[in-house]
């Protein structure tokens, strides 16, 4: 018989440091002490970061005005079974098309394509990650995704300085009410979870930010043995 023991908790959260990558254009992140112990008898940081700073969330309002703040989201959009889409194919900027995404998503699944491209981390190719196309974003609204994540910078293409911005894949994400997770961390182990037979839960809180457009993250997958995986 499997004991409690046995499961297993990964994080797939990226540490919020000074100085960390940020999505080109946001706010730099600035983390410094505002008291000591030495001078106030107890350590207090001052931190200085965007709403879309790392391992974080996208509430609908991201990209319209009109559509739900992240506090008009249900909690349990922000927690469930997690469908996993194997994604690891797919090569520097390249699209993912709707043959690698669920044809069809249970009520309450968090959907997670897996492309491995958190090993870039820090580095340049980490903005040449593989996005989704629009094909593969309308198909994931019509599986039924009400929440997808990504171990990358964006579900959609990150534009160069020289190119018009633009983010279709969140245009029609959002605009369908589904929330996105992005920049998660080390998403490979979530399918080695499920090759051993793990079913994995994930959890996606994010900070309360009142009217918010989106927030970090601790994004935390449990890996239990016992079940069928997803």
Do not use: K
């Amino acid at each position: 018989m499997t004991d409690a023991a046995d499961v297993e908790l990964i994080d797939l959260t990226v540490p919020i440091t000074a100085g960390m990558p940020v999505y080109p254009g946001d706010p730099e992140v600035e983390v410094s002490a505002a008291l000591t112990v030495a001078d106030s008898g107890v350590n207090v940081r001052r931190v200085h970061l965007g709403s879309q700073t790392g391992t974080h969330v996208d509430a609908p309002y991201h990209i319209d005005d009109a559509l739900p703040r992240l506090d008009e989201i249900p909690l349990d959009r922000f927690t469930g079974p997690a469908v996993l889409v194997d994604a690891r194919q797919y090569g520097p900027a390249a699209e993912i098309g709707p043959e690698a995404v669920p044809t069809a998503v249970a009520d309450g699944a968090i959907v997670v394509i897996v492309t491995g491209w958190s090993a870039h981390w820090g580095t340049d190719e980490y903005l040449r990650h593989p996005y989704l196309g629009t094909r593969a974003a309308r198909a994931l609204v019509a599986s039924g995704a009400r929440t997808v994540a990504v171990d990358a910078a964006s579900v959609d293409r990150t534009t160069g300085p020289a190119e018009p911005f633009a983010l279709p894949a969140h245009e029609i994400l959002c605009r369908a009410g589904v929330v996105i997770a992005e920049n998660l961390t080390g998403a490979e182990r979530l399918l080695a979870a499920r090759h051993a037979g793990h079913t994995i839960e994930l959890f996606l809180f994010p900070l309360s930010l009142a009217g918010a457009d989106g927030a970090p993250i601790r994004a935390i997958a449990r890996a239990d043995p016992r079940g069928t995986p997803a």
